[in-house]
């Protein structure tokens, strides 16, 4: 571990000397995820991407995708897109990322199960905003917006996000 991952502790996250609070999976961590379970998975996951909502905020990172009106997230694990961004219309279980609340407004995007995604094995593990000061997830991790911010531009792709 150095100070540059993210890790996640029993008070919150721990990055770049602070720690910040955070929300996880309704149920806890797990050693086996699983599509639907609302935990958070047990690992070392990478962040692989940053999305934001261009109409709600400016972009906060040279390397931040914009999330567009069509932008969606297969959940579905018959879809051969399991895992994956995917655009409207789309004919499998899908999430949308644009969302008329704020929980998705800023999503760090991690490496969790994907090349190749397993079915069932869980699918979209973000670091996003929280619904309220530690409200519980479906499986992903939370925090208050202008933390999110905060590590969303100290960060970049690649930096590890441990889950012990």
Known sequence: MSPLDIVLTPRGIRFHGRLVPAAIGRTGITDDKREGDGAT???????TGLLYRPDRLPRPTPWAKAIGPRDLWSDDPTDPSYNQPVTAPHGFSHEALRRPDPLYDLILVTDWNSRPALPGRGSAIFLHIWRSPRYPTAGCIAFRRDHLHWIASRLCPGTTLIVP
């Open 41 to 47: 998975p047990r690992g070392c996951h990478r962040i």
